[in-house]
């Protein structure tokens, strides 16, 4: 959905529910404050304990979102499903073995994003039957009330779940399944987003330490300089498809996997 569209969908939804849409933006704005400040704590964490306390030394620490939140990162995140937060300082002498360190710091914050994924999946999985009855689910199937691309996420994160309380056991669950769907969702995106091996994101690093053994070094120019690249590629939309394929690819997986694990598939 384009920011046009996008805007013009939220001013349409104000108009029609006021309540429901800012009640929306709170669960909106929680989920992208903890999906980044998570993110980026967990590199300023991890650096610490490879010997670097730089971040601890700045207060990078620290769950106060004016320490991580960039309003461009944040504005992506908003409009495009994918962002990013100010990069933790680093400094990599600090380190006890450089190539090991930086692959350890530049993974963190992924693996912490998709860990927080995989946690609210499998929590919005066990609360479904909670949440819907039974002949619900029984005739949309559970992976259609749990997917994003499903009837349940659009009902929920679409503020109707007032008027579908009939439809449901304990209709105030639908609260806690639309955090968890949203949160997962999040991390999930800013995990991928991060995975791309183009500088300064963390796939950058990873990729440079493992396939190219850390011998890859730009400069500050040239850092920002690929940085440009990539906004403009977020502009133009070239990157939304290639992360929205990989989402649904894995989306679809886990779901599948959680589903059958709780004999719901």
């Not at 969908?9 to 029609?16: E, K, V, Y």
């Not at 400069?219 to 939304?240: E, H, P, V, W």
């Amino acid at each position: 959905m384009g920011i046009v569209n996008r805007l013009q969908s939220w001013f349409s939804w104000f108009r029609a529910d006021p309540v429901g849409f800012l009640i929306y933006l709170l669960y909106f704005a929680a989920s992208i404050l903890l999906t980044l400040m998570l993110h980026e704590i967990a590199h300023g964490y991890v650096a610490w304990k490879c010997g670097d306390p730089t971040a601890k030394m700045l207060g990078r620490l620290s769950m106060d979102p004016r320490k991580h939140l960039d309003p461009l990162g944040t504005v992506f995140l908003i409009f495009f499903g994918f962002g990013w937060a100010k990069p933790v300082p680093v400094n990599p002498r600090n380190f006890d073995n450089y190539r090991r360190d930086d692959f350890l710091v530049s993974i963190a914050g992924i693996t912490v994003n998709i860990t927080l994924f995989l946690l609210s999946l499998s929590l919005a999985v066990g609360l479904n039957d909670l949440l819907w009855k039974p002949e619900v689910i029984e005739y949309y199937g559970a992976k259609a009330l749990l997917s994003s691309e499903g009837i349940g996420y659009s009902v929920l994160l679409g503020g109707a779940g007032g008027e579908n309380a009939h439809a449901m056991r304990y209709p105030w669950l639908q609260y806690i399944q639309r955090f968890l769907l949203l949160f997962g969702t999040m991390n999930l995106s800013v995990g991928l987003f991060n995975l791309l091996p183009i500088p300064p994101l963390d796939g950058y690093h990873i990729f440079n330490d493992i396939l190219l053994k850390g011998r890859l070094h730009l400069s500050r120019n040239a850092f920002q300089i690929t940085q440009l690249i990539l906004i403009m590629l977020m502009f133009t939309g070239r990157l939304s498809g290639l992360i929205n394929t990989a989402f649904d690819a894995v989306e679809d997986a886990v779901l599948n996997l959680l589903l059958r694990i709780a004999g719901l598939y």
